[in-house]
């Protein structure tokens, strides 16, 4: 199993630009989810998944949008890039929703500057 | 808000046991209590987690007092690729794994 895969690894956009993060994994995991983590910060989760069709917001969803239309796919999409969306961004998955279950795999990152 | 207190950085010397604590006084009867870490800018990593009884594996064990309010994450012998910011995370058992991290502890091992 490959686990959870970012694309790409690092990003650069401008003021404004949109663009979408990807977040695949090959686990058959039904829980999905996005966090970003500014510099010296904890991580902070921005949507979740709990199957396909079924998203909801997390504690910071502003100016982010996703979707879950397969089990393996969640992108995250930046509708207007802003120098505040500066940061590395996580995906997860884990086979359960429910967290005492099981345990959040975590891909690699992509580490997103905005200008 | 993370639900838990942790010291922002510890020492430990090569070879020994790691002890980080975690305090989590406002703890409810159906609360979990999980440990995750993340080695420099990876994606944090799954240790462990319980309820209310010790817990071990193959990584760490997990020591949870009585009265639940504290906790202390055990590496039994600490090598310098343990090195990394440990997050003690509190959260509802049957809840959706939405986790919630604080700043947690940079343990830095030393040779």
């Known amino acids: 199993n490959a686990g959870v895969t970012q694309t790409p690894k690092f990003q650069v956009l401008k003021t404004g630009q949109s663009m979408t993060l990807q977040c695949a994994q090959d686990m058959n995991h039904e829980y999905m989810s996005w966090y970003r983590q500014d510099p010296g910060m904890g991580l902070r989760l921005i949507h979740y998944s709990v199957g396909a069709g079924i998203t909801d917001q997390g504690e910071v969803p502003n100016g982010y949008n996703v979707s879950r239309s397969t089990t393996e796919d969640f992108p995250l999409r930046l509708l207007s890039a802003a120098p505040s969306q500066t940061s590395v961004y996580f995906c997860?998955?884990?086979?359960?929703?429910?967290?005492?279950?099981?345990?959040?795999?975590f891909g690699p990152g992509t580490r997103l500057t905005v200008t | 808000d993370a639900k838990t207190t942790q010291p922002p950085s510890m020492d430990c010397a090569e070879g020994r046991a790691a002890n980080l604590p975690c305090n989590h006084s406002?703890?409810?009867?159906?609360?979990?209590v999980y440990w995750y870490r993340q080695i420099h800018s990876q994606g944090p990593q799954y240790i462990i987690h319980?309820?209310?009884n010790n817990e071990t594996n193959e990584m760490a064990s997990l020591i949870i007092t009585e009265d639940r309010k504290s906790s202390t994450l055990i590496l039994p012998h600490a090598t310098l690729r343990d090195t990394a910011v440990y997050y003690c995370i509190v959260e509802y058992g049957g809840a959706t794994n939405k986790l919630i991290f604080g700043t947690g502890t940079l343990l830095a091992v030393q040779p």
């Open positions: 997860a998955s884990s086979y359960s929703r429910v967290a005492s279950i099981d345990e959040q795999y």
């Open positions: 406002t703890i409810s009867g159906n609360e979990y």
């Open positions: 319980g309820l209310k």
